[in-house]
């Protein structure tokens, strides 16, 4: 499916966005702003550059996008930090599974609040290392920071997060 | 005692020495507190782990495969939202006259620009694409580019300095005019040529296109890198509650209004601007942050700094503050903080009044 992506196939493109888009987006949604842009900027860089993909490499597919992805959203945040901007994070539509209990969902919906008052660097090595399973040695090298301060952004999230959500 | 939150995460993740790891272990046994923030931390991992991804909405994947026109919004300022809801009308006004983030004055010394950026040297405007580096030592300004371009606004038009040139503006050539020596020696010339020369500044500060490139070159090269927010910091130094207690306690301080609010980095900082203030203004404004700090900041750091200017024909004051817990500040941030603060001032004296 990738060389036929990378050749522009639509169907094959089509199955990667509907394969990946959700992970992107979540870290979008979570992460940006502007997550539309954001979104589609990700997506521009992904498919642009899928030709050099090695399918034989180390790296899956999955893992290739979620840096690229990661490479794009530490971009954004540094360059709102420099304008001088003053981020606020769009609304989070949390969008229930039906077949979740109702104490599951609010617990969730919860985390995900709590998870927006995080500082944006320990939000995104958090939710990279949590829920995508990026090793903390990867995410070093794409935030072009020492392991130590991915750890220390990590842990920091993770007491933080846990305080906020003490009182549940 | 609060349970040590950050140590435990540590502990939970087996990044603590052997022997910290053992004492904490024996504490979260003996203490149910530190037990239950353990647990907590265990249960967020979880939590996030077991978060749901959903699609984007169909539009934008639509977009992505190009079966949709790419309709991306521009990217929009995020000034307004610096300033927040609670400003005065007359804030509103600026903004609407400046729509573009910030202007960035650059003080005196040697500055490296980097990227696209409007800055005003000595009051000069200029407009750097690429990489300048600009001299600043009033009334002189030299700019060298090494690549891209930089353009500068003067009441003759612009100048364009292209890649390997440099050229010096001093009082003289700002002064200058089409006419020469006989507009310079007509006053009534001369106020005209004057207020041309304002417009011209007006104008280059409304087209002001602000991408961070001065404080990517400047500020991280000379004032330290930007700093999160302490994680423990209490509410009140944060944006909503900074600007809440600054809009009470100044509401009846006569004239004054908040400029704007910048909180993109730690800590907080923001300006306020006084119209025609009176004789001992000054000392009025430092009773009414003394006000501020005693009510809400009781074991703080304040940093001020005054400006007034009579630019453009209109007194105003301008007051640059930074509130910060008590012993807090590295040395390098508070460098970088009052330089933060001294630049949001500059950027009253530069700011057309409300029509």
């Known amino acids: ?168 | 005692m609060k349970p040590p939150y950050e140590q435990l995460s540590r502990l939970l993740a087996g990044d603590l020495p052997p022997e910290e790891a053992e004492e904490l272990r024996r504490r979260t046994e003996d203490d149910p507190e530190v037990r239950a923030a353990f647990e907590e931390i265990r249960a967020a991992v979880q939590d996030v782990a077991a978060l749901n991804d959903v699609s984007a909405p169909a539009h934008l994947d639509a977009r992505v495969l190009g079966q949709a026109p790419a309709a991306r919004r521009s990217r929009r300022s995020f000034l307004p939202l610096a300033v927040g809801g609670v400003l005065a009308a007359a804030a509103t006004v600026a903004l609407l006259l400046r729509p573009g983030p910030p202007t960035v004055t650059l003080l005196d010394g040697s500055h490296l620009v980097d990227g696209r950026a409007n800055v005003l040297a000595a009051g000069v405007p200029i407009v750097v694409d690429g990489t300048a580096r600009i001299d600043v030592d009033p009334p002189v300004v030299s700019v060298s580019v090494s690549a891209g371009r930089a353009r500068l606004r003067g009441p003759g038009g612009s100048l364009t300095i292209a890649p390997g040139e440099t050229h010096t503006l001093g009082a003289p050539a700002l002064a200058s005019e089409p006419g020469g020596d006989a507009v310079l020696h007509d006053p009534t010339a001369r106020i005209a040529a004057l207020e041309r020369q304002v417009e011209e500044l007006r104008k280059a500060l409304a087209e002001a296109e602000f991408t961070g490139a001065v404080a990517r070159g400047q500020l991280t090269a000379s004032q330290g890198e930007p700093a999160e927010f302490p994680v423990d910091l209490p509410e009140a130094y944060r944006q909503a509650a900074f600007e809440r207690n600054l809009a009470a306690t100044i509401s009846d301080l006569p004239g004054a209004e908040i400029h704007a609010v910048d909180c993109s980095e730690y800590p907080c900082i923001a300006t306020l601007k006084v119209s025609q203030p009176a004789e001992g203004w000054e000392k009025q404004v430092e009773v009414y942050l003394e006000k501020l700090t005693a009510s809400h900041y009781p074991k703080s750091d304040t940093w001020m700094a005054i400006a007034k200017s009579d630019a453009d024909g209109t007194v105003f004051g301008g007051v640059g503050l930074a509130i910060t817990p008590e012993y807090t500040l590295s040395e390098e941030l508070r460098t970088r903080t009052q330089f933060r603060v001294t630049s949001l001032l500059g950027e009253i004296e530069h700011m057309p009044s409300a029509p």
């Open chain 1, 1 to 168: 499916m990738i060389p036929r992506a990378a050749a522009g196939d639509p169907a094959a493109r089509t199955a990667l966005v509907r394969a990946h888009g959700p992970s992107v987006w979540g870290l979008c949604r979570r992460l940006c702003p502007e997550p539309e842009d954001a979104y589609q900027e990700v997506w521009e860089k992904v498919l642009g550059a899928l030709s050099r993909f090695d399918p034989g490499g180390p790296a899956t597919i999955r893992t290739w996008i979620l840096a690229v992805a990661h490479r794009h959203l530490v971009d954004l945040h540094r360059r709102r930090r420099v304008r001088g901007e003053v981020v606020e994070l769009p609304e989070l539509p949390f969008v229930p599974d039906t077949d979740e209990p109702l104490d599951r969902r609010r617990r969730m919906e919860r985390v995900e609040a709590a998870l927006s008052r995080l500082p944006e660097s320990h939000r995104r090595v958090i939710l990279l290392h949590h829920l995508h399973g990026v090793p903390l040695e990867d995410l070093s090298q794409q935030e072009g920071v020492a392991l130590g301060t991915v750890k220390s952004r990590l842990h920091r999230g993770r007491a933080r997060l846990a305080e906020l959500l003490e009182d549940r």
